[in-house]
């Protein structure tokens, strides 16, 4: 097994350093700086002296907890290799580590009670397994369970040999988890609800493809159980019965964030339903290809608290039901709407976000046709916009682009893609816009290489990226799962936090390859840090100074 050998090796020829006298750190410190005084009282030549010097370990004499966050700001590659320096470099290594990413297969249930011996303090789990092997059984799950009863985060990937029998003992012996996320896997309702039952400080639920519902309406309800009073954000993806969730979503009293993305059926009722409940915390929503209607953005229309709104690929919903929302959600800060070219959202739509929504910071427009009359409105009200995408239209043109660099006083960052701007539209940006750090034009193809480098001369601090090649290669895609036009124009940072895998570095994707045909019209068209350890070997060695270990403390 690969976790077994990457995680247990002694290193033999290194076990050397531990015949050492016994003493105390500050007993070998004393005693190390009385030799070298001797040293230089006495006859010795400089080679001797210098000899003593580097083969001297400074890391003796650092404390175990700042050695520990050492190896937190290394890499996963880096903190593995560290750990086959000695044996008090792999006990800490062992026991400071929180996170913790395996390769799922079957063949790793012996091994777990010594992988878990070893990382005693892991409160992050992942746990994935390709889609060609064999995955872990309840047994296996069941194990770890009894071995981290102070997990909080849990990631299942490809685990489908998981049923129903192992997320429930999971759940008795893990009640602490406070992020769940599963994908590809094949338990059931009966899981899930012991999940919640038994969960109560769940506050992330991270659903994808959980093959185990796919019954149907002979499917249970899911939820809410006793997470229902904790539960702040619900993700559902790619779900085949999805509104089984539905008896979760409205009894979570503290829902703040709701993520519907390419789940089938009609989800007008739900929304309805959370609506109408007066006391609703949800500020934030994304739907993205979800069949629902007017009828349901009225209903979100009735969330007070609502900041976020990804509107991506829906075709039912129109001008109307974004007037609505426009009206009730004054609070609204980020908007992204793509209407995928099917001209049901307009100008009449954005006039009445742009007239009501005076704290839109972000607004991301693909897909749709707005006029210099809503352009004119929203760079007129929103003042406070700083993040603006304009994507696949062909109504923007010059008019449109000047508009947003003489009214936009607060606006910086910008992208435009895929619209029937010229130079001379970017050329305005030379003087508007006095706050823009960023512009970035795509796929424009009246757009040529040489305004970029005349717009960097007349404004240096501005960054320009230009890209007008490879025109209309690929369609303009708003899709919020799948990076799209969102990521590419305004570069809006997200954390992304990679988990270290043990005895596997390339796991490959369980999203995508090998889909059956008959989902295709559905789901398929949806498509650390490098501190590497010589920097240890050199500040151990002598040859930096205490900077740079205050820097790699920082940075853990």
Not at 47 to 52: G, K, P
Not at 470 to 498: K, N, R, W
């Amino acid at each position: 097994m690969g976790q077994y050998s990457s995680t247990h090796c002694h290193g033999g020829p290194k076990q050397h350093r531990h015949h050492r006298s016994a003493l105390p750190n500050h007993h070998r410190s004393t005693s190390s700086q009385s030799d070298f005084f001797s040293l230089i009282n006495s006859d010795e030549d400089e080679s001797t002296i210098s000899s003593i010097l580097l083969n001297q370990d400074y890391t003796d004499n650092l404390p175990n907890e700042c050695l520990a966050l050492i190896f937190q700001s290394l890499s996963s590659g880096d903190r593995k290799k560290c750990s086959l320096v000695c044996r008090r470099w792999l006990l800490i290594e062992g026991q400071s580590r929180h996170r913790l990413a395996l390769n799922a297969k079957s063949d790793i249930l012996p091994f777990i009670p010594t992988i878990f011996s070893r990382f005693d303090s892991v409160t992050k789990l992942a746990l994935r397994c390709d889609r060609k092997s064999v995955s872990i059984n309840d047994d296996a799950l069941t194990l770890i369970s009894l071995r981290c009863s102070n997990l909080i985060r849990l990631k299942l990937r490809g685990c489908r040999d998981v049923t129903d029998v192992g997320m429930s003992a999971f759940a008795k012996n893990c009640n602490n988890l406070k992020k769940f996320s599963c994908g590809s896997c094949m338990f059931g309702a009966k899981g899930m609800n012991a999940l919640l039952d038994y969960c109560s400080t769940l506050e992330e639920l991270s659903v994808k493809r959980l093959r185990g519902i796919n019954d149907g309406f002979a499917a249970d309800p899911i939820g809410p159980g006793v997470a229902g009073s904790s539960l702040k954000s619900i993700c559902l993806k790619e779900l085949y019965n999805g509104q089984c969730f539905a008896p979760l979503i409205i009894g979570s009293k503290n829902l703040k964030t709701l993520k519907l993305l390419r789940c089938l059926g009609d989800w007008d009722r739900l929304f309805e339903t959370i609506g109408s409940n007066m006391e609703n915390h949800v500020a934030e929503i994304h739907l993205e290809r979800l069949q629902i209607s007017d009828t349901g953005l009225m209903a979100i229309s009735n969330c007070p608290k609502l900041e976020i709104l990804h509107l991506v690929k829906t075709p039912e919903c129109t001008d109307v039901g974004v007037v609505a929302v426009a009206r009730k959600c004054k609070l609204l800060r980020k908007l992204h709407i793509d209407g995928w070219r099917t001209n049901r959202i307009g100008d009449e739509g954005l006039v009445a976000i742009a007239e009501n929504s005076s704290n839109l910071k972000e607004l991301v427009l693909i897909g749709l046709n707005p006029t210099s009359t809503s352009l004119l409105t929203i760079a007129s009200n929103c003042q406070k916009l700083e993040r603006l995408a304009l994507c696949g239209s062909d109504s923007i043109g010059d008019p449109e682009v000047s508009c947003i660099a003489t009214k936009c006083m607060a606006l910086k960052k910008l992208c435009i893609k895929g619209c029937e701007v010229t130079d001379e539209g970017i050329k305005s940006f030379a003087w508007g816009c006095p706050n823009l750090v960023k512009i970035k034009v795509k796929k424009c193809k009246n757009v040529t290489g040489d305004v970029a480098d005349w717009l960097r001369a007349r404004r240096r601090s501005l960054a320009v990226n230009l890209d007008v090649g490879e025109i209309d290669i690929e369609p303009v895609d708003g899709s919020a799962s799948d990076g799209g036009a969102l990521e590419e124009a305004v570069e809006f940072q997200h954390t992304a936090t990679t988990l270290p895998i043990i005895g596997a570095t390339d796991i490959p994707s369980t999203s995508n390859a090998g889909r059956s045909l008959s989902s295709r019209p559905w789901f398929g068209v949806f498509g650390g840090r490098s501190l590497v350890a010589c920097t240890i070997r050199r500040w151990s060695n002598g040859n930096g100074d205490s900077s740079e270990l205050m820097n790699i403390v920082n940075k853990s």
